[in-house]
């Protein structure tokens, strides 16, 4: 182990060049972040060279760590083992932790001695579900069917007597004694084979309930059932993606958007998508397989893992990953980067499905082309300055996510330390405030601010961000000839003001500019009131 009082005091020649797994400590020695490497030395100095071109999260995390301390251990093998138990026993505050951005829906049937059918996002041990189910109209459409077909409750307490779902022939009414435990236990069965997967089964049954209506000449109920077999039938083809693959896969796709990776994964159970998950999380080193690693401690290992990027470095390294997984599934796991047939098909709809995919037909990638942004600006953040005379000297700011206001993303500033009318020294005030903040609680940053104003408040902002050493990208659209002014330039661009691009750009600051006003006027009616009271 060796201590550091500060990021100067780091020497590489103190860490040997072995493989084994690494921990960054605290002062008080909590252990902030556990990783693995081939080459131990390499590996931690590679966090200490070139700061500024480490990602936002890691950066907080090198200028805490004051202890550094090793495990050296045979194998690659060896070292993912260890790194994935040290991180279950510390749960270290900077390795990554895994929320789905999404909670799905489930069809779910009670264990009553009449099991009533439903949906919940949140499943116990008082249900058994089934899903999830990422298309909703699909889920609903299914439970639907269930409903028609098997004629299963789905009030939440039995009625005292018959609802219209019996009347309609859609229950077998179990709340009037119309029907006896053991047949509509044979009712659920059905039902459950159907939402098992099991079609075949479901359509062989309905064959013979229509066969039999049709020879009672019921004719109305065989239409009803022929209609249901269609039904069903169009609803294999929705769900059905590679019905000769009998393995279950994941897909994973991974898109960097900035600070941020944004992750999608598909299950595939015997060819049938079966879920799907989106996740966001704060970039940093070795993400991606840090991902992977994490994620499958805690859910059910598939034979193939299906990726659109590698997460290895070179061939020793997949072997080592499919190793460890191997072990923990208890059978043999392979990943595949796939270059050609139905793989990279389900791969490209994985990213199409990104969280992080944004339309190129759009305002964002017009105003990423034109501004020459490294990511998409979806996250975009606009301050404005607003006073009377050298009173009520105030702030606003909005946040516009993928084209939309964010509501709760809007602040108003009350200025501190300004005490006259002084829009540049005002701009740096809050500018300063708002990021420091989001530094201090961990949260992501936009991928683009916005100022009302020209090139003195863009630079003001600009020296703002300086002095938190943020490399955000930062523009000022001035409202006499609509120019975007950029940080240390003294020569704006000057765009079509009708086109997509301008248009998101001038609702964002005219959004930004009322909302300021109104605080403004807020401030001037409270002063009023109060004299007024005195």
């Not at 998508?273 to 401690?297: G, H, P, W």
Request: charge should be positive; include cysteine; charged fraction near 25%.
């Amino acid at each position: 182990m060796i201590f550091i009082d500060a990021i100067r005091d780091f020497k590489s020649a103190d860490v040997p060049s072995k493989t084994g797994v690494y921990l960054y400590k605290n002062a008080e020695g909590d252990v902030l972040y556990c990783g693995k490497a081939k080459n131990l030395r390499a590996r931690v100095k590679s966090y200490f060279s070139s700061q500024h071109l480490l990602p936002i999260k890691t950066r907080r995390l090198v200028v805490q760590i004051r202890q550094i301390d090793w495990i050296i251990v045979d194998n690659e093998v060896e070292a993912l083992m260890l790194e994935n138990r040290l991180i279950k026993q510390y749960q270290p505050k900077y390795n990554i932790a895994l929320k789905d951005a999404k909670t799905f829906a489930y069809i779910a049937l009670s264990k009553d001695a009449y099991p009533r059918i439903f949906t919940t996002r949140k499943p116990t041990a008082k249900m058994e579900v089934f899903g999830a189910y990422t298309d909703g109209h699909l889920r609903a459409e299914l439970q639907r069917m269930v409903i028609q077909i098997f004629k299963l409750r789905d009030c939440k307490t039995l009625p005292k007597k018959a609802c219209l779902n019996f009347h309609i022939h859609r229950c077998t009414a179990p709340c009037i004694g119309n029907v006896s435990q053991i047949e509509y236990a044979k009712q659920v069965d059905r039902a459950r084979q159907l939402l098992n997967g099991n079609l075949k089964e479901t359509l062989r049954f309905l064959t013979s309930e229509m066969q039999r209506a049709s020879d009672e000449q019921k004719f109305e109920r065989a239409l009803e059932i022929r209609n249901q077999l269609n039904r069903l039938q169009n609803l294999e083809k929705k769900q059905i993606i590679d019905a000769q693959n009998t393995q279950n896969q994941d897909v994973i796709a991974f898109d960097r958007q900035g600070e941020q990776m944004h992750i999608v994964r598909f299950g595939i159970k015997r060819g049938v998508l079966s879920t799907k998950q989106n996740f966001c999380v704060d970039y940093e080193t070795r993400i991606k397989q840090a991902f992977v690693m994490a994620f499958y401690q805690t859910n059910t290992l598939p034979h193939e893992i299906i990726v659109n990027q590698p997460i290895w470095g070179d061939d020793a390294e997949k072997e080592s990953l499919e190793t460890v997984l191997s072990q923990l599934r208890g059978g043999k796991v392979v990943f595949t980067l796939p270059l050609r047939g139905n793989k990279l098909a389900l791969v490209k709809l994985a990213e199409k499905n990104s969280e992080s995919n944004i339309d190129h037909d759009s305002a964002l990638f017009d105003l990423q082309q034109a501004l020459n942004l490294e990511t998409l600006p979806r996250v975009i953040e606009c301050f404005d300055i607003s006073n009377l005379g050298n009173e009520h000297i105030v702030s606003g700011m909005t946040q516009f996510i993928d084209m939309k206001a964010n509501k709760n993303g809007f602040r108003h500033f009350e200025l501190k330390t300004v005490v006259h009318a002084d829009d540049f020294a005002s701009m740096r005030e809050v500018v300063t405030r708002r990021y420091t903040r989001l530094m201090e609680e961990e949260k992501s940053l936009p991928n683009l601010i916005v100022i009302d104003g020209g090139l003195g408040q863009v630079n003001a902002a600009f020296h703002a961000l300086n002095a938190l050493d943020l490399s955000i990208p930062l523009i000022g659209l001035a409202k006499k000839q609509e120019e975007i002014y950029f940080p240390l330039k003294s020569d704006p661009l000057i765009f079509n003001q009708n086109t997509r691009m301008m248009l998101l750009l001038r609702r964002i600051r005219d959004a930004t500019h009322d909302f300021s006003i109104g605080y403004n006027r807020k401030k001037r009616a409270m002063k009023l009131r109060d004299e007024f009271e005195k």
